[in-house]
């Protein structure tokens, strides 16, 4: 991919028009419990990060396997990242490392939130409990859904993604979880009249990314459903506990960019680990 082809970057709901724009999620552990539970997994817990302090993570979050990041788009952040894209010829030696990596593109607005919860949960399920009762779990659905598709070499080529994408946005059940979810605390307490669907489709300046490791736990793993596949960011240095100062050191860079404190201030991050 060209540096600043947005056509490759970026998957903008305007291509996909049969799909609505979603309410946007809060960044915020109770809301993405909420969605978990409604998803029909179990067997993890959020929490905010207050810190980006390595050692302040390690301390309180040593267990994460995940870290879901909120941060401003503005330009040059978004030109930042993609400069520090792998090489093509990296991503072409390393294409069959995304076998068994889950990865969905981002095909409407509002649907970042959840996007980033299921890359967190669905790459690391052995931290997870997935419900087996489908009427109960529309996650166990979903997945019992995608077993239909044809598997290749790469799980995460063009096709299977998009596929694997048009079958999350068709869910009803996750579609309903994420509406749920979206229901913040003020909504339900004044009986829907502060209502956050009058945010859907209107755009936030604010996107969902995460933080995960890869299958084999060696490599640092950014998935962002506005890119085509998984981003390779960093080596993981062979111990149980670096994960967390791998994925902190990533997450540093993004924030330097923001000199603005104000922005600074917008960035949130939440660390998903074992209950």
């Not at 995940?66 to 090489?87: D, G, N």
């Amino acid at each position: 991919m060209k540096e600043g082809n947005e056509e490759d970057l970026v998957a903008p709901s305007a291509r996909h028009p049969q799909y609505d724009p979603w309410i946007p999620l809060e960044c915020s552990p109770s809301v993405f419990a909420k969605l978990s539970a409604g998803l029909g997994a179990t067997g993890c817990k959020f929490e905010d990060v207050l810190s980006l302090d390595e050692d302040y993570v390690q301390s309180q979050c040593p267990s994460s396997f995940a870290f879901i990041l909120l941060y401003p788009t503005e330009p040059h952040v978004e030109a930042f990242r993609r400069q520090r894209r792998i090489p093509q010829q990296q991503e072409e030696d390393g294409v069959n490392k995304n076998k068994g990596v889950f990865f969905l593109r981002q095909l409407n607005g509002g649907a970042c939130g959840t996007i980033a919860v299921l890359h967190a949960l669905l790459n690391n399920r052995q931290h997870i409990k997935i419900h087996n009762n489908r009427l109960n779990s529309p996650l166990a659905e979903f997945l019992a859904s995608l077993e239909k598709l044809h598997s290749s070499d790469d799980d995460n080529d063009k096709d299977a993604v998009m596929k694997r994408s048009r079958f999350f946005l068709e869910s009803q059940g996750i579609a309903q979880a994420h509406f749920h979810a979206s229901r913040n605390e003020t909504e339900e307490a004044s009986g829907g009249k502060d209502d956050p669907s009058r945010f859907a489709g209107q755009r936030q300046g604010r996107h969902f990314i995460t933080f995960t490791p890869s299958v084999s736990g060696q490599c640092l793993l950014e998935l962002d459903g506005r890119w085509p596949k998984p981003i390779w960011r960093r080596p993981i240095p062979p111990n149980t506990t670096t994960f967390v100062a791998t994925a902190m050191k990533e997450i540093q860079l993004i924030v330097a960019t923001l000199e603005d404190p104000r922005l600074q201030l917008s960035v949130s991050v939440v660390a998903v680990m074992p209950d």
